[in-house]
């Protein structure tokens, strides 16, 4: 949605178009937090809205805008806060709504003028956070109204706690809030930074003749500034059909507490002007300044160990939301079988597969291993027969290969969130994916499959977006087709098994992906192709989104001072929801002695968080870590798990979230 369909949904209040301002947050029932902050709509009342601000302390103001029965702009504001009903749950509560009026716009203004008339009071209650109702109080009458998300604001909350992918909460995301001209009390402004990083305002002042007059517009950032090229007002016609005028331009240059406006308008009489503006209130979040956060500021970590049986060889490989992981045992080349531990104290390693896994059956660990979401069963790939290569399941019980694939060498390399859809590479080089209502199915390549191989390496849960590396040789017989770029590059498969590259918004063609959410909707990766050899962006991972975002990994330097690439990065593995990426680096430099691999961890509100920079700032007794050989292994489906290795250990590192 671009910035004046936005502002006109700004005022109209109609349904949100699909993709627009951010992502849908998670449901928090009857509960109210910093994120509620926002300008929140009525599908059915087109051109009135509210403006609510959520305070430190568990205040909250609250702003309407709309129109009287003559279809003249007029605008209501109160203070309240959060009240806790035994029996009514948790509300937002305003005892008191005014009204202003009597003032007039620009030089004529006089405070003494202002008459703040008390009209009423409001309750509002949220089922999530992003549905909620108010009911007004107004005399005698009293209504009821939906409350729906029209905005959401950067940094402020009900969004992940990492943040989502393509929505950076900035340095100036703190100027959101109320800002007035002490000698001018009686009006003021609003201002939400949106996640989608531009800006909304509403100016609450008066018209020429003395009555409430609102305005409104979507800014962004410009040197500094938060520059709008457009104001709106509005009124609403008898037939019912609300009509926006152009009243002009304006501009905020704000620090944390203090700040500048300067407006031009195109309507007669308003003039242009300037004010010098002070903050009024201050948001429960973000803080101004905002700064990044550490790792260890969104969560409390443990970090816990473990047990390997030393009899059984064990290979740690795989960890579910539970805590429960999963190893390969490797008593001898032949026989290397699964086996789970839960995190419960006491317990104790348990093999799955049942009486036939003692038959043969061996799981090749050069291929992936994945743990089901309950973690009573494990998918793994297995030589099973005269060479034939497939996935199998092994539970407590029993073990079956995975039905469908026939004979052939069907290489395991990816799996959906869900485990439902498996993919790989067959003995052919090509991509194959199987979910149960297809089977295995094989998928296509962009160009002759003689002239390259591919490998399809995550899944949507539900098949209908699969991602995957093709690799076109540079040089042989036959030589790539006209317009193909020797090289590794990005495919994702469509539910029909249509092919597609996958690019930068720069159109650059991007190289590995690695892993993706449950959707695939966010996908993550490294590598891009066809930029500069010496250009920091060949290596830097990245995430792609279907809706259109793009962006690389921040907060780490995978290069050397000159710009060429220091460090080789890939993506292990993300969360479902597609909020947390873990990958690996190993050191290219030439120079001796190397760089140790270093395993890391990226979210959208902390960027790239190196795994051993963490456990040094918990305090981990291990020895040699400044210098340990570190490799990212697993990440739970949640994300609050991570499986690695350390000097021939494995742990697992629980990130719990903490109450904000």
């Not at 003039?271 to 209130?281: T, Y």
């Not at 429960?324 to 290397?336: A, E, F, K």
């Not at 793994?380 to 092994?394: E, H, K």
């Not at 340990?628 to 292994?633: C, E, T, W, Y």
Request: proline letters at 7%.
């Amino acid at each position: 949605m671009d910035s004046k369909t936005f502002t006109r949904h700004l005022a109209l209040l109609g349904v949100l178009a699909a993709g627009s301002a951010y992502a849908t947050s998670p449901p928090y029932p009857d509960v109210l937090e910093a994120g509620h902050t926002a300008v929140w709509f009525d599908s059915e009342n087109p051109g009135t809205g509210w403006v609510l601000e959520m305070l430190r302390e568990d205040r909250a103001a609250a702003y309407w805008y709309g129109f009287n029965d003559e279809g003249q702009p007029i605008w209501r504001f109160g203070a309240g806060g959060i009240e806790n009903d035994p029996l009514e749950g948790t509300s937002l509560v305003f005892d008191d709504l005014y009204e202003g009026s009597g003032a007039r716009f620009g030089g004529a203004f006089d405070p003494n003028d202002v008459v703040l008339e008390r009209v009423g009071s409001a309750k509002a209650k949220f089922a999530s956070c992003d549905i909620g109702s108010i009911g007004v109080t107004l005399g005698a009458d009293r209504e009821s109204e939906t409350l729906d998300r029209l905005t959401q604001t950067m940094g402020a909350g009900c969004a992940p706690i990492n943040g989502t992918p393509g929505f950076p909460v900035k340095s100036y995301a703190g100027q959101s809030g109320a800002w007035y001209d002490p000698d001018r009390n009686g009006e003021g402004i609003t201002l939400q930074w949106m996640a989608r990083d531009e800006a909304v305002l509403y100016w609450f002042t008066y018209d020429l003749e003395g009555n409430p007059f609102w305005l409104f517009g979507v800014g962004a950032e410009e040197d500094g500034a938060i520059v709008f090229p457009v104001l709106h007002s509005a009124e609403r016609l008898p037939g019912g059909e609300v009509q926006l005028t152009e009243w002009g331009s304006l501009a905020l240059d704000l620090e944390c507490k203090t700040g500048t406006l300067a407006w031009a308008s195109m309507i007669e009489g308003f003039g242009e002007g300037s004010r010098d503006l002070k903050r009024l209130n201050t948001l429960a979040s973000p803080a101004c300044p905002t700064v990044r956060p550490k790792l260890t500021d969104l969560y409390d970590i443990e970090v816990t160990a473990v047990p390997l049986n030393e009899q059984l060889g064990l290979l740690v490989l795989d960890v579910a939301d539970d805590g429960t992981v999963l190893g390969i045992s490797r008593i001898d080349g032949t026989n290397n079988t699964p086996w789970v531990l839960s995190p419960e104290p006491g317990a104790e390693w348990v093999s799955l597969g049942g009486p036939s896994i003692q038959g043969g059956w061996p799981v090749d660990v050069s291929q992936s291993v994945f743990l089901s979401l309950d973690a009573t069963h494990a998918v793994a790939g297995v030589d099973w027969q005269d060479g034939n290569v497939q996935p199998a399941i092994f539970t407590r019980d029993d073990s079956s290969v995975v039905p469908e694939f026939g004979p052939g060498v069907f290489g395991l390399v990816g799996a959906s969130a869900n485990r439902t859809v498996l993919t790989g590479r067959n003995g052919d080089s090509q991509p194959w994916a199987w979910n149960p209502v297809t089977g295995v199915r094989a998928l296509p390549l962009l160009h002759d499959p003689e002239a390259g191989i591919g490998v399809a390496v995550a899944a949507a849960d539900d098949g209908s977006r699969i991602v995957g590396v093709e690799t076109v040789p540079r040089i042989g017989t036959p030589p790539p087709e006209a317009g193909v770029q020797p090289g590794t590059q990005a495919l994702a498969w469509d539910r029909e098994g249509n092919a597609s590259l996958m690019r930068d918004p720069e159109g650059f063609v991007l190289a590995e992906p690695g892993a993706c959410s449950a959707g695939c909707n966010t996908v993550f990766g490294a590598r891009v192709v066809g930029v500069p050899h010496d250009s920091p962006r060949k290596l830097n991972p990245w995430f792609w989104t279907a809706d259109g975002r793009f962006g690389e990994f921040k907060g780490f330097d995978f290069t050397l001072a000159d710009g060429r690439p220091n460090w080789d990065p890939e993506i292990r593995d993300s969360s479902a929801d597609g909020t947390i990426a873990l990958g690996y680096a190993r050191s290219m430099a030439i120079v001796s002695p190397a760089l140790p691999p270093a395993a890391f961890l990226w979210t959208q509100a902390t960027e790239v968080v190196v795994l051993g920079d963490v456990l040094l700032e918990l305090g981990l007794d291990e020895p040699h870590l400044p210098t340990g050989s570190f490799s990212a292994r697993a990440l739970s489906n949640d994300g609050r798990r991570v499986l690695f290795w350390l000097n021939g250990n494995a742990y697992v590192l629980t990130l719990n979230p903490k109450v904000p």
